[in-house]
């Protein structure tokens, strides 16, 4: 899949190839471990805690969940730029980890990684979670048709947000 409008950084339109969307690979997950740590830092300040399972998830782990799962990459020329993961449960399309270079959030880059997981499903109802304190996330997920579904508590005064999206009709 590509993607074929240009993007911009911090407001500027980019010489850059197009953001190319592609199937997401176990030999991917040296990159996508990289970008997933660069990425969820903000998310370890937000709660304070260092110890969140995309931080400290091995690469053993990753390379095994990208051989049992589905997921996209987002590259920039040869770049890696975001990657997300996700898994059909019956009619529920599961969204897992999004990442997106600190650099590029913002640039739409997260909104194309959705759109292009949602169109890849044959699910009536897409869903996936974040903190309670990820606002910027709850405003991404929220400006792409998704509806705070459940809260629950964490133990620790955070909550876990899911949200829903209608897919299809059946």
């Not at 929220?142 to 459940?150: A, F, L």
């Given at each position: 899949m590509d993607q074929s409008e240009p993007h911009t950084?911090?407001?500027?339109?980019?010489?850059?190839?197009?953001?190319?969307?592609?199937?997401?690979?176990?030999e991917d997950a040296g990159e996508?471990?990289?970008?997933?740590?660069?990425?969820?830092?903000?998310?370890?300040i937000i709660y304070g805690s260092p110890d969140i399972p995309p931080l400290t998830q091995t690469l053993e782990e990753l390379e095994a969940e990208l051989r049992a799962g589905a997921g996209l990459t987002a590259r920039i020329g040869c770049r890696l730029v975001g990657a997300i993961r996700y898994q059909q449960d019956g009619d529920m399309l599961l969204i897992g980890r999004i990442a997106i270079a600190p650099d590029m959030q913002g640039e739409g880059i997260g909104t194309a990684l959705l759109e292009a997981a949602e169109a890849a499903s044959t699910a009536s109802v897409s869903e996936l979670f974040t903190g309670s304190l990820s606002t910027?996330?709850?405003r991404l997920y929220?400006?792409?048709?998704?509806?705070?579904?459940?809260r629950v508590a964490d133990g620790d005064g955070t909550e876990?947000?899911?949200?829903?999206?209608?897919?299809r009709h059946m």
């Open positions: 950084v911090h407001g500027e339109p980019q010489t850059e190839s197009p953001i190319e969307i592609n199937e997401i690979s176990p996508v471990l990289t970008l997933q740590r660069a990425a969820f830092v903000s998310e370890a910027a996330n709850i929220e400006s792409c048709g998704y509806r705070e579904s459940d876990q947000v899911f949200l829903r999206k209608p897919l």
